[in-house]
C-alpha cells in the first residue's frame, strides 16, 4: 500500500494483493516510494517538528490535533507482561512476513516503527481494548468516502487476527503481536494512501509529471501516530482543499444514484436539432434521462397522433446544460457525442469522481499563497493572491494530437517578455512553414517572419508585431517541455466552448491582467506602464519572486457549488477510471466485513 521507495533506493513493485479486481489494480498499486530516512531523523523530533531546506520549521500538519500520545504507556496486556510483547513483536516483524496488500516499501515503514519505538505494542492496551484501534477501525470504514478501493487493505487478516482477543480472554503474546502488527500495517497504508495517492501516477497518468514531495511522509506518520484524537489526526492526513471536500459529497450522490439503479439508457437515433420531430418514447427517455441529475423536472411529452413529439424548448434548453456541464459543444443538437456522454453509466461518473479524488492526492499539499493554477479539460486559468482567487479567465490549449497535447506539470514563472519574438519550433517550422515559403517566396515578408542564423543553421522566427502568434506578452516558467502562457492575435477563438487549438502552450483569455498580477507589487508596474510595455519595443521583466504554476488535468470539479464533468481532451480517465470503477459501489461483502471489524475492535 505504500507509495515511496523501500530502503534499498529500487522501486518497489506489488507483490502481493486481496483485491477483487487483481489483475488491473495488481501493477498500478504498486506506487512510488521516498526512501526512509527520514524517518529516523524526523521521528526523533517530532515536537519540534521537521526542517524545510532553508532551516525553518514547519507547523505541525495536525493544527489543534494535540500530539501527546506516546507509545510504551502500557505495563502488560491481559496480564501478560510488555516485554514478553515486544520479544513477540520483534520475532512477528523480523519474519519479514507482509499482510497481504502491502509492499516492501509499507513493510520497512512498519518494521522502522516499531524498531523506533522499542516494539512496544502500538494499539494494545491494559485490557487489549483499544480507543486508539477503535478509531483506526473507524477511519479504516470511511475510506470509501475518499474514493479509495477498500478491499485493497488487509482486511481479511485483520479479521482474523482481531477475532481470537476477542473471543479469548487470555490469548497467547504471538495472537496479540499479530493483532499489532496488522493494525500497524494498516495505518501506514492508509496514511500514505491519504497523504499521496493509492495508485501510481506514472503507470496510469504518464503525461502527469506533478510531483509530491514525500521526504516528509515517514515523519507524518510517526506524528500522526501520536496524534490525540487519532481519529481527528488521521483525517487531517487527506486533502485539506475545498474541492476534495466537495468531490467526496458529490460521490456519495453519485453512489446514491447508482446503487438506485441509475438511469436508464437513451436510445440512439438520428441526430436531432431543436424543432426536428422524434418517437415520444425517444424523447420521454431522455427527459427521464436528465431528470435524473436533476436538468430538468420529470413530466409527460405530448405526442401527436402518429406518436411523435417535437425536440423543443424546456428538453432542448436542459440538452444545452448538460452538454455546458460536460465539457461539450453547447448547441442542443442530440448527437453521437452528446448521446454517448448521456449514456456513460452512473458507476462510471462515480468511478471519474474517485479518479479525480486521486488526482487531489497527487497534489502538493500546500500550492503557496499565490500562484496560477490552470485545468486544461476546463480551459479555464485562476490566479490566486493570499489563497484566494483573484483573476480568471479562459484559456486555449493543446491539440490531442500528434504530441501536442498539453501535460500536466508544475513549475514557477520567473520573467515575462513583452513584446515577444516567436521562434518556430523545428517541428512547425518543418510541418507547416517551409512548405508554404517554398511554394510562395512572400509569405515570410507577408506574415513578419525572419530566417535567423541558431546554432549554425536556419531557424525562422516571427517579429513583434500584430500578427506575432504570441500577441503582446508571454510568461515564462522554464520546464523540460518548453511550454508557457502567452497572448494571442485570434481572440475569437475564446468564444468556442472546446478550445484545444494550440501546439501545446496556453494561450490565455486575459493577458494584461495576467501581467498585472504577475507584476503586481513590483516597483513602477503601473496598468499604464503595462499598456504600453505591449507596445515594444521587445523586453524582458524578471519577476522579484517566483509565481508557481500548476498546469493540472481534473476532469471532475465543483464550481459554485456544481459539479461538471469536464471534456477528457487526451483521454486520461480512461485507465485511472477502469481501476477504481469497479469499487465505486462497495460490494455488500466488503461493507459487512468493515462493520464486523468495528464490532471487533470496539
Known amino acids: 500500500m505504500a507509495l515511496l521507495l523501500p530502503l534499498s533506493g529500487q522501486t518497489a513493485t506489488r507483490t502481493e494483493t486481496n483485491i477483487d479486481m487483481?489483475?488491473?489494480?495488481?501493477?498500478?498499486?504498486?506506487?512510488?516510494?521516498?526512501?526512509?530516512?527520514?524517518?529516523?531523523?524526523?521521528a526523533l523530533t517530532l515536537a519540534a517538528g521537521c526542517l524545510d531546506n532553508d532551516g525553518a520549521t514547519r507547523e505541525s500538519h495536525l493544527g489543534e490535533v494535540a500530539e501527546t500520545w506516546t507509545p510504551g504507556g502500557v505495563t502488560k496486556v491481559r496480564n501478560i507482561p510488555v516485554a514478553a510483547l515486544q520479544q513477540a513483536i520483534e520475532a512477528r516483524v523480523s519474519t519479514g512476513k507482509r499482510p497481504k496488500g502491502l509492499d516492501e516499501g509499507d513493510w520497512a515503514r512498519v518494521v522502522k516503527l516499531y524498531e523506533h519505538y522499542q516494539h512496544v505494542p502500538l494499539w494494545l492496551e491494559e485490557d487489549a481494548d483499544s480507543e486508539r484501534a477503535d478509531q483506526l477501525v473507524n477511519a479504516l470504514a470511511t475510506v470509501h468516502e475518499h474514493g479509495l478501493v477498500g478491499n485493497a487493505y488487509p482486511l481479511e487478516e485483520l479479521r482474523a487476527a482481531l477475532a481470537p482477543i476477542d473471543k479469548n480472554r487470555r490469548p497467547r503474546p504471538e495472537q496479540l503481536a499479530e493483532a499489532d502488527v496488522v493494525l500497524t500495517s494498516i495505518y501506514v497504508a492508509?496514511?500514505?494512501d491519504l497523504l499521496i495517492g493509492q495508485i501510481d501516477a506514472g503507470k496510469v497518468s504518464p503525461d502527469w509529471r506533478i510531483r509530491q514531495s514525500t521526504a516528509d511522509v515517514d515523519s507524518l506518520l510517526a506524528r500522526t501516530l501520536r496524534g490525540d484524537p487519532l481519529d481527528r489526526a488521521l483525517e487531517l492526513m487527506r486533502p485539506q482543499d475545498e474541492q476534495y471536500t466537495a468531490l467526496r459529497e458529490e460521490l456519495r450522490r453519485y453512489r446514491e444514484i447508482a446503487a438506485g439503479g441509475g438511469w436508464k439508457r437513451v436510445p440512439d437515433g438520428p441526430t436531432l436539432r431543436p424543432r426536428d420531430t422524434a418517437a415520444v418514447e425517444?424523447?420521454?427517455?431522455?427527459r427521464e434521462r436528465l431528470a435524473v441529475e436533476k436538468f430538468i423536472d420529470r413530466g409527460n411529452i405530448a405526442a401527436d397522433s402518429a406518436g411523435r413529439a417535437v425536440y423543443k424548448g424546456e428538453?432542448?434548453?436542459?440538452?444545452?446544460s448538460f452538454q455546458r456541464r460536460h465539457g461539450i459543444v453547447v448547441d442542443s443538437i442530440l448527437g453521437p457525442g452528446t448521446i454517448a456522454s448521456l449514456n456513460q453509466t452512473a458507476q462510471y461518473r462515480a468511478g471519474q469522481i474517485m479518479a479525480n479524488l486521486e488526482r487531489y492526492r497527487w497534489m502538493p499539499r500546500s500550492l503557496g499563497d499565490r500562484y496560477i493554477y490552470v485545468n486544461v479539460p476546463a480551459f479555464r486559468l485562476d490566479a490566486f493572491d493570499d489563497g484566494r482567487p483573484v483573476l480568471s479567465m479562459r484559456v486555449i490549449v493543446g491539440q490531442d494530437y500528434a504530441d501536442q497535447a498539453t501535460p500536466a506539470f508544475a513549475d514557477s514563472m520567473s520573467y515575462l517578455e513583452f513584446a515577444p519574438y516567436w521562434n518556430v519550433p523545428k517541428s512547425i517550422a518543418e510541418e507547416e512553414l517551409w512548405p508554404k515559403i517554398n511554394a510562395d517566396p512572400g509569405y515570410l515578408e507577408r506574415n513578419d517572419y525572419e530566417i535567423v542564423n541558431d546554432r549554425g543553421g536556419p531557424r525562422i522566427r516571427q517579429r513583434p508585431g500584430p500578427k506575432n502568434a504570441l500577441g503582446t506578452v508571454k510568461f515564462i516558467f522554464p520546464n523540460n517541455f518548453n511550454i508557457y502562457l502567452h497572448d494571442t492575435p485570434d481572440h475569437s477563438l475564446f468564444d468556442r466552448d472546446v478550445r484545444a487549438f494550440s501546439h501545446g502552450c496556453i494561450r490565455v483569455q486575459k493577458p494584461h491582467e495576467l501581467a498585472e498580477y504577475a507584476l503586481s507589487g513590483m516597483p513602477g508596474w503601473t496598468e499604464e506602464r503595462i499598456q504600453r510595455a505591449v507596445r515594444g519595443p521587445n523586453r524582458q521583466v524578471v519577476l522579484r519572486k517566483k509565481i508557481p504554476v500548476y498546469i493540472v488535468y481534473f476532469t471532475a470539479y465543483v464550481r459554485d457549488g456544481t459539479l461538471w464533468f469536464a471534456n477528457d481532451l487526451y483521454e486520461r480517465d480512461s485507465e485511472?477510471?477502469?481501476?477504481?470503477?469497479?469499487?465505486a459501489i462497495p460490494s455488500p461483502q466488503e461493507v459487512a466485513l468493515l462493520a464486523e471489524l468495528r464490532k471487533l475492535a470496539d
Open 282 to 286: 425517444r424523447l420521454t427517455a431522455l
Open 576 to 583: 485511472l477510471v477502469k481501476l477504481v470503477e469497479r469499487s
Open 315 to 320: 428538453l432542448a434548453g436542459a440538452v444545452a
Open 22 to 42: 487483481q489483475d488491473t489494480l495488481h501493477e498500478p498499486l504498486a506506487r512510488r516510494r521516498a526512501g526512509l530516512l527520514g524517518l529516523a531523523i524526523c
Open 190 to 192: 492508509l496514511g500514505e
